[in-house]
Structures are given as structure tokens and as C-alpha cells.
């Protein structure tokens, strides 16, 4: 079993700061990919942010120059950190992970439960 969890949301004024944590638990055999997503209600889930294993990133045109995401391999643990934040940002933010769970299977796709992140005007 594995299980995502994130930690760092809060509610923030715009131009502020916040630093977003998610550690990945469980029968893990390898990360592919790591990522963060955003939701607002009656909208679909967006890509932010993903990091590969080797460090390649990749942002949404948004938040590129604002937002930074980073890795810890060896924890299974993936940042972002946030800055110049806009009411616009204002979202459940939602950690994703491509792995594995043994050296034989196939990648999965899995979850974290979501953190609100809220920006004040």
C-alpha cells in the first residue's frame, strides 16, 4: 500500500510565500515521476508542476518563475515551493506520484488527499 502526504498549505496574502511537502510511504520500488496539481471547485484538476527522478521539471505557464519544484530522491519527497503567490493560486493543491511498486510491475498512478492553499488580496 502506498500513500501520499502533503503538508504546508495555509492561507497566505498575496505576494507571500508557502512551501508545499509531500512524502511518499509504503511498498515502493521506484518513483517515476513526481508532481503537484491544483483544483478549484467545478474545474478540472491542472497540472503545476512535475519533476522527473533525474530532475527534469516541467510548470505551468502560470506559475513558471514563481513556483519552484524540487525532489528528495532518498526520502521520497517532492517541494514546491511558492512565492509571489496571487488570489489566482488559491486552490486544493494535490501531490502525484508515477511508481512502482516492485522491480516486475507496472507504474501506477497515485494521490495525496489535497491541501487548500489560500491567497488573500
Known amino acids: 500500500q502506498v500513500q501520499l502526504v502533503e503538508t504546508g498549505g495555509g492561507l497566505v496574502q498575496a505576494g507571500g510565500s508557502l512551501r508545499l511537502s509531500c512524502a511518499a510511504s509504503?511498498?515502493?520500488?521506484?518513483?517515476?515521476?513526481m508532481g503537484w496539481y491544483h483544483q478549484t471547485p467545478g474545474k478540472q484538476r491542472e497540472l503545476v508542476a512535475r519533476i522527473t527522478s533525474g530532475g527534469t521539471t516541467m510548470y505551468a505557464d502560470s506559475v513558471k518563475g514563481r513556483f519552484t519544484i524540487s525532489r528528495d530522491n532518498a526520502k521520497n519527497t517532492v517541494y514546491l515551493k511558492m512565492n509571489s503567490l496571487k488570489p489566482e493560486d488559491t486552490a486544493v493543491y494535490y501531490c502525484?506520484?508515477?511508481?512502482?511498486?516492485?522491480?516486475?510491475?507496472?507504474?501506477?498512478?497515485?494521490w495525496g488527499q489535497g491541501t487548500q492553499v489560500t491567497v488573500s488580496s
Open positions: 509504503g511498498s515502493i520500488f521506484s518513483i517515476n515521476v
Open positions: 502525484n506520484a508515477i511508481l512502482r511498486t516492485h522491480e516486475w510491475g507496472y507504474d501506477g498512478n497515485y
